[in-house]
């Protein structure tokens, strides 16, 4: 935990860095390139400074300059839009550490898509648990959990069939389903009780989309989105059968954040909307509905 506390933190500083780099590079490179025009056309007509410099050559070397002055703003424009989006590519297993800085605001929200949202909850149960010792700044946490809706026939997750096909299994479906549930419960019942110590407010909810877990999505304060696929192909061996069977913890994810790039900051305002819409048309787990009656 301190070797990622101490990673997290070096990359907290070179961001800083890099945010003091892109605010003071161009006005210290306008103030040198000015400085090399005055001092090359000054050391053209005024002999004096031309001897100092030993050099006869001054009026082209500060045309030049000048000319690197005015196209400055242009090529530095050019260059951000030709950069692609700069993305680290992360390991599943590391989701904790997102979840530590996301818990560093007032406001916390995490969203996710994908298939079980193991990996995300074993991170996010401890972190919750952690509230109650050490809230810090947080007052209000919003949790929002897609997972596919296991009720429905499925090829992934599935049983291997004849000649390596697809074959739905009831069975399969509802023990990966139970899976959720206990999840679910175990973070509403975290979210209840931190909600009713009266230090913040709470809430997780699950939510069914149709459809196979292909996409991994997660979603720290709307700021900063980690997507991965996941290998479909991957197989797990249960009760003398062969299971089609993503192994999310497996899983790597590339990590878009707004101050990389005017094209990241577009693509993250992409993926919080496809999140929203997604939302907004899933359904309630008949678990939850089953406590609610």
Request: charged share 25%.
């Amino acid at each position: 935990m301190a070797g990622r506390g101490n990673g997290q933190t070096e990359v907290g500083m070179a961001r800083q860095l890099r945010r003091y780099q892109d605010r003071f590079e161009p006005l210290v490179t306008r103030v040198l390139l000015l400085g090399i025009f005055a001092t090359g056309l000054t050391a053209q007509f005024v002999k004096p400074v031309g001897d100092a410099l030993e050099g006869k050559a001054y009026l082209g070397g500060a045309l030049f300059s000048l000319v690197g002055y005015v196209l400055y703003d242009q090529v530095k424009e050019l260059s951000s839009s030709v950069r692609p989006p700069s993305r680290t590519l992360v390991n599943s297993s590391e989701l904790g550490s997102f979840v530590g800085d996301a818990f560093e605001a007032r406001k916390v929200e995490i969203s996710f898509l994908g298939y079980t949202g193991e990996t995300l909850y074993n991170a996010l149960y401890h972190r919750l648990e952690n509230l109650f010792d050490d809230p810090g700044p947080t007052r209000r946490v919003s949790i929002r959990m897609l997972v596919p809706d296991f009720a429905l026939p499925m090829l992934v997750p599935s049983q291997v069939g004849a000649d390596d096909r697809p074959e739905d299994s009831e069975a399969f479906r509802r023990r990966i389903e139970q899976r959720c549930s206990e999840y679910d419960d175990m973070l509403s019942d975290l979210a209840a009780r931190l909600t009713s110590a009266g230090r913040m407010t709470v809430h997780c909810e699950y939510r069914l989309y149709p459809g196979i877990p292909r996409d991994k999505i997660c979603i720290f304060n709307r700021k900063q989105v980690l997507h991965g696929l996941y290998d479909l192909s991957a197989r797990m061996h249960y009760m003398g059968n062969e299971y089609f069977d993503p192994k999310g913890f497996r899983t790597d994810l590339n990590v878009w954040s707004p101050e990389d790039t005017a094209v990241a900051e577009a693509a993250i305002a992409t993926w919080n909307k496809h999140f929203d819409d997604l939302w907004s048309l899933a359904t309630v787990p008949h678990w939850r509905r089953r406590a609610a009656a």
